[in-house]
C-alpha cells in the first residue's frame, strides 16, 4: 500500500491548520485503442485464421475458407475487418499466399503507418498435434465450472469444429505464440494470457471488392493530416467525402467501430438483408422518431465491456470503469425493453427485445446496490456503499475517527517531546504502522544527536525524523492496520462481485454487439431519410434495374443533379458500353451502378425512384489507377493486372465496371486489348458478367463478336455558338466524336491552340503533313543560321 494518513501539529505557541494534498480522480472516457495479433495459414487453397485482442482477450476464430491464389481476396478482406498489428505466419506456408501477406504489409496505402508487422514461425515448433493439444488446455469463462480434463475437451469441440485443419491449426498457433511472447507483448514478466471469450466469424457470404474498388467507388477516402509532424500519428487522419463519412454519425463508439467492419462485409445472404430492410423501414416512419430518440439516447452509454472486463478480472480496473460497466449493463437491459413494443416491426428488434436480460438486470442491481460511485470517483478506488457489510462499517467508523484521534496522540507527544523541538506530525505507512514525525531541529545531525528519549529512530526523510514512540505503539494495537483491512474487504466484495459478472459475460457481450449494429442501422437509417433513399428489391434473379438512379456522393454537393435508368439483364442486355464526349457524365454514371448495387449489399437503401437488384458475388472496377513508386508499377501497369483480376476472377453474377481501358498506351495498342477482354467475356454467352464499360475507342464495335447481349449507350448533349452542352441524360446508341477540341476550349485552352490541333488532325485524317507553323520556322530558320555561322567561322 502507498497511502498513508497523517495529522500535524502547530508549532509551539502558534495555530496553523493541517496541510493536506487532495487528488480528485475525473472520470476519462474509456481508451478506444484495440490491438489484435492474426495467425494465418493457408494450404490446398483453404484459409485458416485467429486473432486475439491484447486489451480485451477476445479470441476471434475464421471458418475454414476457400481462398483463390495469387490474388487471395478473402484474406484482403479479412485483413481489412481485423486491421491487426501483428500478422504471424507458417514460414512453409504456400509462396504465393506469402507474397500476398507480404504485399499487404509492405503496402502504404493498405498498412497505413506500417503499424501491421509480420512473424514468421517454425512450422517445426508449431506442427498441427502440437496447436491442437494447446487447444484443449484452453480455458474459458463460460465453460463449465470445476470441469476435467476431459468435460474440457468435449466442451471445445462444442465450440470449435476440429475437422478444419487450418482454423485449428491457426488458433493453436496463436495460443502457443502468447504463451512464449507475452511478456513482450505486454511488458508484464509476471502476468499470463487472459482469454475472456471465443467468437466465431464467417466470411462465406462476403461480396468480395478489391481495394482499388473500395478507393475508387470511394466507399472510404482516408486523409493522412496535412503537418510532417502529425502524418502517421495515431488518430491523426480523418475521412473524407465517403459513404463511411455519411454513414458513420452513430450514437456509441461500439458502434463507430461496427460501422467500418459493417461496410467491409457486404452480404450475399438475403436473409440478412432483408431484416437489415425491415429494420431501416421502421427506423424511417414518422411515428419511430421517439423510439429511436429514446434508442440513441441509451446508445451513448454503451462502451467496451470486453477490455473493462478485462481490467475488472485483472483487479487493475478504475473507477470510472465500473462507472461505464454499470452505465452500459443499465442501459444495454433499457434498449432490450425498448425494443419489445415495437418487436413486430422486424426480426431484428425482435432477436433484441427476446435476450434473456434478467440476469443482467441483477448485475446492475447489484452493482448499484455494492458500489459507492460517488466516493470511487473522489477516493479514486472501488468503494462500498455503507450498509452493505457491518463488518466493513465498523473499520470505516474507526478510520473517520482516526485522523482526530492522530492529532490527540501528536499532541500528547508534544509534550514528551524536549522543548528544542518546535512541531511533529503523527502519521500512518502501511506495514510500518503510526509513526511520529519530528521537524529536525539542526543541520547535518549525526546518528547520536537524533537519538531522543523513549524513542526508536525508524528513518529520516528530507527535513523530518520519524521516530516509533509510546503512543504510536499503542495506536498500533489498539487500531492496527485499519486501512490495509478496508481496501482487502472491499477487494473481496469486488471479487464476488466479478464472478457474478464473469458467469453472464457473453449473454452480455451478445447483447452489446446487436446494440452496436443497432447503432449503425440507425445511423444508416438517418442518412437514407435525409437524402430520400428507397428501399431496393433483392432477388436471386441476374438483374440490375435502377430507375431514375442518383449518385449518392453528389447528392450531399449537388442540388440538381440529373438521374439516369439501368437495365442490366438478359432482356437489356449484360454489357453496356458507353460513350460520349469528355466530361459527359461516363464515370460518375458507373460509380453510381456501383454504389448502388454495393449499398444494396449492405442492407440499406439506394438512391433512386425504384430499384430491383440481384444479388451478385464480386465487384470490380477499373475506374482509379494510383501510381506507387514503392509498387514499382505505370499506371497503364495498374490498369492491367486490375483488368487481369475482373477477367480471372469474374463469374456469371459479378459486376465489373470499366472506365476508359487501353488509354495509356498507344491507340491501336490499347483498342486490341479492350475487344480482346471483351470478346474473352462475351464468349461467355449468357453467363456473362454484368459490365459496364466506357471508352473513346468509337469503333471498338468493329472488333467484338455481334451478340444481343450488347448494348451502346451516349450521353445526349448539344452544340451551341461553338461549345458543347452537357445533359447529362443517358440514351441508346453511340457517340461520333469525343468533341475533344470544345471541351479544350470550355476547360480554357487557348484559341490559337485549338486551331493548330485541328490542322494537325485534319492533316492525319488526310494522310498528310500539317501546315508548317511561321513563328515555329523562323525560329528554327534564325537556329539554323546562327549554328551555319559559327560552323563557317570555327577553323576546323
Known sequence: MNETTSASVAPRNKDVLPNRNETENQDTDESDIEERLLAVSCKSGKLGAASFTLQTGELQILEEISDRAPEHQIFVSLFRQIEPIQIILDSKSQGTFISAVKKIVFDDEINVDGKCKLTFVSSKDYNFEACKRRIFSLSLPNEPPNCTDEERTLFLRTVLDFSQNQSVHTLGALLRYLDLNWSNLCMDLHSKPQFLGLKRISLSDIVTIDEDTYRGLQIFSTQSHPSNFKKGVQGSNKEGLSLFQIFSKCSSKVGHRRMRILLRHPTKDLTTLKQRQDALTFFMKPQSDSVVRNICTSLRFIKNVNGILAKIKALSAKAYQWKSLYNTLYNAVLISEICESVAR???????????????????????????????????????????????????????????????????????????????????????????????AWADNLTMEQKELPDMEFMFQNNDYIHYKSKGCEELDMIIGDTYPEIVAHETRIMMRLTTIILENLHTLAALIDKCAELDCLIAISKACKELNFTRPELTTDKIIQIKEGKHPLYLTTCDNFVPNDTDSSLEGGFVKILTGPNASGKSVYMKQIGLIVYLAHIGSFVPAESATIGIVSNIFTRI????????????????????????????SNSLILVDEFGKGTSESDGLSLLAACLNTLLFKGQECPHVFLSTHFLNVKEFIIDTPIVKFLSFEHIIQDGEVIFLFRITEGSCESSFAHQVARSSGIEDHVLARAKDVLCAMNNNQLPKPNKKIMEKLNRITHKTKRQLISEDI
Open 624 to 651: 482509379q489507377s494510383t501510381e506507387c513508386i514503392a509498387a514499382h508499377m505505370s499506371a497503364f501497369l495498374i490498369d492491367l493486372r486490375q483488368m487481369a483480376l475482373a477477367i480471372q476472377e469474374s463469374v
Open 345 to 439: 416491426n422486424s426480426l431484428y428488434l425482435e432477436e433484441i427485445a427476446n435476450f434473456d436480460t434478467n440476469k443482467l438486470y441483477e448485475m446492475a442491481l447489484y452493482m448499484n446496490r455494492i458500489i459507492d460511485f460517488d466516493l470511487s470517483k473522489s477516493e479514486g478506488k472501488f468503494t462500498v456503499k455503507a450498509g452493505v457489510d457491518k463488518d466493513l462499517d465498523m473499520k470505516k467508523q474507526i478510520m473517520a475517527s482516526l485522523h482526530g484521534l492522530m492529532s490527540e496522540t501528536a499532541k500528547i507527544e508534544m509534550d514528551r517531546l524536549p522543548t528544542f523541538i518546535e512541531e511533529c506530525t503523527m502519521l500512518y505507512m502501511p506495514h510500518l504502522g503510526y509513526l511520529l514525525g519530528v521537524k
